[in-house]
């Protein structure tokens, strides 16, 4: 048995450093000015929602030649000095009446534009809340509690995404369509599984293909409280988001220019540059963080046992999104929700003590943690029962984070400016 220590090892300062690797992949500083458009005939007007969203309108104030104007909404926190492009911070994950000053700023930023104005859209992971402009007859606090029950009840990304945009007059593209007739050029960080940009941030300048008789039934699906309003609207198509048939976008065009699989390529060739074989599972991962806990940890025994499907010593590498169907009151997230039941999938196995892992959202953010996620080593549980934490009922109560804080294990970033989704490793040493 490894004796307990809060000391980090050297192999948790090499799954840092490959984190960091990942997030430098997708630096807007890095990813925005290879894909900018030339210059229009009129006005240059930068419109932009999500953790990225400060970081990448300082990319294009540095690399646009002549005027250039607009607005941009990021979470509290993720300000950052720009000097033509106005930031206005929001509220995440939940909208509150930031949110709704947001949308309308940016809906005002593109109106009244002519066929000779260019709009740059710089589109990025958690611009849902970000940016929230119910229907009329919709408030504002309806639409917070839907949103919190369908997160609580473990709806993934795609699910929560369908109804925002049907629950709106900002997403699912309408704020393309108010620019029209100016041509709109999006620039997408991608944080979706599958990087389907019409998912990120709601598609606020792409058209939508789900409809609203697709949003009636995820509610209907989590049993959720369907207001009648909500009901008639959805099922007469009266909320309907804007579809890829519609005029208004004509000459649009988007780029996907970062997401989860640049980071963690990036990440491999920087373990592999250091003599460790490296295998990526998939960059879309998602359901439950526990039985995906359970995945990662049935492959690293098996490494262990078998050599397979791959042989020790090896790093495995894996993102996507998890969700955690909440039930307790605890502090935490999918990625410390993830780690804690991952060191308990391993307790007590042969070979544990040659696994050390992390995981981490590259927002910088995970749920409630109050950091970006949390690492283990074979020793992690042995020092949190010393210190008198019980792991089972910290990951029954959703309490995580508190115990990864109290055994000093939580991998703290602050605001990243930048979002490719979640970033989990596992290092599984030779025996």
């Known amino acids: 048995m490894t004796h307990p220590s809060n000391v980090r090892p050297q192999q948790i300062d090499l799954l840092i450093d490959l984190f960091g690797t990942a997030l430098a992949a997708a630096d807007p500083m890095k990813v925005v000015c290879a894909h900018l458009p030339s210059a229009p005939r009129g006005r240059t007007v930068v419109v932009g929602v999500g953790k990225a969203a400060a970081a990448m309108a300082c990319a294009v104030e540095a690399c646009w030649i002549g005027p250039i104007e607009g607005?941009?909404?990021?979470?509290?926190?993720?300000?950052?000095?720009?000097?033509?492009?106005?930031?206005?911070?929001?509220?995440?994950?939940?909208?509150?009446?930031?949110?709704?000053?947001?949308?309308?700023?940016?809906?005002?930023?593109?109106?009244?534009?002519?066929?000779?104005?260019?709009?740059?859209?710089?589109?990025?992971?958690?611009?849902?809340?970000?940016?929230?402009?119910?229907?009329?007859?919709?408030?504002?606090?309806?639409?917070?509690?839907?949103?919190?029950?369908?997160?609580?009840?473990?709806?993934?990304?795609?699910?929560?995404?369908?109804?925002?945009?049907?629950?709106?007059?900002?997403?699912?593209?309408?704020?393309?369509?108010?620019?029209?007739?100016?041509?709109?050029?999006?620039?997408?960080?991608?944080?979706?599984?599958?990087?389907?940009?019409?998912?990120?941030?709601?598609?606020?300048?792409?058209?939508?293909?789900?409809?609203?008789?697709?949003?009636?039934?995820?509610?209907?699906?989590?049993?959720?409280?369907?207001?009648?309003?909500?009901?008639?609207?959805?099922?007469?198509?009266?909320?309907?988001?804007?579809?890829?048939?519609?005029?208004?976008?004509?000459?649009?065009?988007?780029?996907?220019?970062?997401?989860?699989?640049?980071?963690?390529?990036?990440?491999?060739?920087?373990?592999?540059?250091?003599?460790?074989?490296?295998?990526?599972?998939?960059?879309?991962?998602?359901?439950?963080?526990?039985?995906?806990?359970?995945?990662?940890?049935?492959?690293?025994?098996?490494?262990?046992?078998?050599?397979?499907?791959?042989?020790?010593?090896?790093?495995?590498?894996?993102g996507g999104e998890a969700t955690v169907t909440v039930r307790g009151e605890g502090r935490g997230g999918r990625n410390t929700e993830f780690m804690l039941a991952l060191a308990l999938a391993l307790e007590g196995r042969a070979g544990q003590h040659r696994i050390h892992a992390l995981s981490a959202g590259t927002d910088g953010l995970d749920g409630s943690a109050g950091a970006a996620g949390a690492w283990i080593t074979p020793g992690s549980l042995a020092l949190a029962r010393v210190r008198g934490l019980d792991p089972r009922a910290h990951l029954d109560a959703n309490d995580s984070a508190t115990l990864f804080d109290r055994v000093d294990a939580l991998v703290h970033t602050g605001p990243t400016h930048t979002n490719i989704n979640d970033f989990r490793a596992v290092l599984v040493e030779a025996g």
């Open 71 to 318: 607005l941009v909404v990021v979470p509290e926190g993720a300000v950052l000095p720009t000097t033509r492009i106005r930031v206005h911070e929001s509220s995440h994950p939940v909208p509150d009446e930031r949110s709704l000053i947001g949308a309308k700023g940016l809906m005002a930023a593109v109106s009244g534009l002519t066929a000779d104005d260019l709009v740059i859209a710089l589109i990025s992971g958690g611009g849902s809340a970000l940016c929230a402009l119910p229907p009329t007859g919709l408030a504002l606090t309806d639409k917070q509690r839907l949103t919190r029950e369908l997160l609580k009840r473990g709806a993934t990304i795609a699910e929560i995404n369908t109804v925002r945009r049907h629950l709106s007059t900002f997403k699912g593209g309408r704020l393309a369509a108010q620019a029209h007739p100016a041509r709109v050029v999006t620039l997408v960080i991608s944080d979706i599984p599958g990087d389907d940009p019409t998912l990120v941030a709601s598609g606020p300048t792409l058209a939508d293909e789900s409809t609203c008789a697709d949003a009636l039934a995820v509610m209907r699906r989590y049993e959720l409280d369907i207001f009648p309003l909500v009901r008639e609207a959805l099922s007469t198509g009266a909320w309907e988001s804007i579809k890829p048939c519609d005029p208004r976008l004509v000459g649009n065009t988007h780029q996907l220019i970062a997401s989860a699989w640049d980071g963690l390529t990036a990440a491999a060739q920087r373990a592999r540059s250091l003599g460790l074989e490296c295998h990526i599972l998939s960059d879309a991962m998602e359901g439950e963080a526990r039985d995906l806990a359970k995945s990662h940890a049935a492959i690293a025994l098996s490494i262990l046992q078998r050599d397979a499907p791959f042989k020790a010593p090896c790093l495995i590498l894996s």
